[in-house]
């Protein structure tokens, strides 16, 4: 029963371009949310976190927003580079404090 | 220096074998993890460890044995490997339990299991 959904699997955007990965969550009760970064042969990293309090958070070229109401949140990447080609993943904190759900991944390419 | 390392990062053997994932981290972290990423890409907790002690057995057959000899490690061992059980496995790491503090995950880079 996945808890945290990010339902494309895929993205492909022009560099220079906005890139906008979406985020869907089930459990209400969430009150943080992160999105991780995987390159191929890695493991994923911290990118940017917001807090349910919170319905915007920006670091540099990403910004996360967060729509409670709809149980959503996406990350945007302006302007995208071809660094930027990883797979993205969406995760939340349980709230039991035993584990972080994840989504099952978005596959950003940006294209030079 | 690697904060979260596991070994080995390739692991090709036969079905019914037993293996073994080891990881360590340097982060003074209390709290550690294993995920499984499977053929779909979904990344699934399989155990989490705080300051040794078992938290969290998701549905994970008992084959998979977990073993945390102090904070910095958490091993997993894996008996009468079957053909399902191929895929990445990760380890990670986290200051605190998930949802109370709200820091992040930190991750090895992964363990590729292929089952012949």
């Known amino acids: 029963d996945q808890q945290v959904k990010q339902n494309s699997p895929s993205l492909s955007v022009q560099e220079g371009r906005i890139s906008i990965l979406n985020c869907d969550y089930t459990?209400?009760?969430?009150?943080?949310f992160l999105w991780y970064k995987k390159y191929p042969a890695e493991g994923p990293t911290f990118l940017i976190s917001?807090?349910?309090?919170?319905d915007k958070n920006e670091d540099g070229r990403f910004t996360v927003f967060l729509n409670k109401s709809a149980k959503h949140l996406s990350l945007h990447i302006v302007p995208s580079q071809p660094g930027d080609s990883a797979v993205y993943f969406c995760a939340a904190p349980s709230n039991t404090g035993n584990q972080f759900y994840f989504g099952t991944g978005t596959s950003l390419t940006v294209i030079p | 220096d690697t904060a979260v390392s596991q070994t080995p990062k390739y692991l090709v053997t036969q079905m019914g074998n037993d293996k073994s994932i080891k990881c360590e981290q340097n982060l003074g972290h209390d709290t550690m993890y294993w995920y499984k990423q499977d053929s779909k890409k979904f990344l699934k907790i399989m155990f989490s460890?705080?300051?040794?002690?078992?938290?969290i057995n998701e549905t994970v057959p008992n084959r998979f044995s977990p073993k945390s000899p102090d904070k910095a490690h958490l091993n997993l061992h894996i008996n009468s490997l079957e053909l399902g059980d191929s895929a990445v496995y990760f380890c990670a790491s986290s200051h605190g339990l998930a949802g109370r503090n709200t820091g992040e995950l930190f991750f090895g880079e992964g363990s590729r299991l292929t089952v012949l």
């Open positions: 917001i807090s349910s309090i919170k």
């Open positions: 459990n209400s009760m969430f009150d943080y």
């Open positions: 460890y705080n300051n040794k002690e078992l938290i």
